[in-house]
């Protein structure tokens, strides 16, 4: 990552990378435009379980400070969520959260809405709960035939799972040659060490097959990789002021290649040396504090990192931690950060993770670099572990740093804990097992409708009218049932709602939905945003 510019060496499986039709390829599978910054490494997790990456994105702070930045929408209710790090070599990765797979999507279909193939490594994740279904077994064959790589990971939504129940799920994935990772948060190490291993074999066959070494040993270092302006061009003056990367060097033309990004299609141009200028982002990678912002005055003063000067509007992209796990991205002109040399403050000590969420195992730092060609001992890693966490504390610590310097700097005063909601709308509309309150005949038509959309829809009914369940407090209690994560109310009977609130927040229902047309009245909603679960 560090010496490695992502843009002249791009993954074997992007469409740049096919020879015989190039031009015709990158149009039939343009980047969609949560990852139109060829800068950046993306990585991808999908599956059908929202609690499976749930589990894996909580793992990530013990690998590196992390923080979910704004969604990126992709068509009405599916949304890319990425999840940065705040960290001085990881931070050109970026991890996204993607919507899940429709049993009605073929598997072509969603490669090219998500842009797989601009993907460095996906991570499917299923749950012995949430198993992969017919369609995501087809996704993997075509994942393979266009040669995106990928691991496929079981986490463990409970403690105490059966081990031949798991046995069986590998030796199912191994029949249709697929390797199944089980992935046990409460022993992440087992899986994890490994994992990265593999990860970064992969990874680095993938961007070293990719690379056009003839057209890149010829160009010159000071502007290979670099961000350059056209200018000066007659036939094709529509492209003056653009910037766009140079790639490399064509010995026989005697031009340098320029790839720009053009409403998600890449597009090459040779251009000789008198019609680009190369521009040096001086504030690159740099520690900066805030000033002069109109927009949000009360972010001046804070520190950020610089992570990415964005070509489309010139500005540079910074990221502002708040708390370790939650930040900002945004994108501000020079005029708007002032370089500092340092942060003169002690890093801050990671908080003591409790028995039953952190393992026995010395793992909380996997962000040693384990060598694919000589894995090291388990002990041995552990050490190696220590030694890192304790070099990067007294080094370079990005966000422990700047929440260490901000807190010295500007002490907050106390906020009261409130509970927050869970969930937007949105991502309550994701999930995938509901209990419709109310009679199951009036309801049909909605109960129909979850249903077409794939979900596991209970009814709940007090009346005895063919109901699954006749009150909420006997949701979850079977073990062979999947837990519910939504309430809906399809009728206007508040004292359900009412009722039913103590329920949710005992059983861990993520939401309560309320029929828009229906007046449940202003109580249920003011005693629903009090125990934040509406």
Partial sequence: ???????????????????????QKARQYPRPNFCWEAYKMHLAMIGPSSACKKQFVDFLPKIAHSFRGPASKLAPGREAVPYHFLDSDLHRVVLWDLPEMSWKSSAEDYIKELGLLYIDCVFMLFSEKYLLTDVYCKLCVAMALHGIPFFVLCTQSQEGIDESQLRRLQSSFQKQSVQVRMFDPSKPHETLEQLINDFF???TWNRGKGANTERINAASKAVLGQTVR???LEKKAELNGRCG???????????????????????DVALKEPNLSVL????????????????????????????????????YRVFVPDVPGTGLALALKSENLEKVSAVHAKPVAPPSPSASSQPKAKASTPKAKFSPA????????????????RKQDAEDNLMSRISAAEALEVPKAEVPKVRKLQFSLAGLLSLRVWAVVGNPDEAEEVIDHLMDCGKTVFTVSSKGDGAHFSSTAELNSDPNLPKTEVLAFVDGDSGAVLAAIDDAVRIGIHGILLLEDVNFGEDVMTECRRAGIV
């Fill in 1 to 23: 990552l560090k010496d490695t510019s992502l843009e002249v060496v791009l993954p074997v499986h992007a469409p740049q990378n096919d020879f015989n039709t190039p031009d």
């Fill in 245 to 267: 990367v140079c790639i490399g060097y064509e010995k026989e033309q005697q031009r340098y290649v320029i790839r720009l990004i053009s409403s998600g299609v890449e597009m």
């Fill in 230 to 232: 056209i200018q000066n």
């Fill in 201 to 203: 074999k992969e990874v």
């Fill in 280 to 315: 040096k982002p001086k504030l690159l990678g740099s520690m900066v504090q805030l000033k002069g912002l109109q927009s949000k005055p009360e972010l001046n003063g804070r520190y950020a990192f610089v992570d990415e000067f964005l070509r489309e509007n010139e500005r």
């Fill in 374 to 389: 000589a894995r090291p001992e388990p002990a041995a890693v552990a050490s190696s572990g220590r030694q890192l966490h």
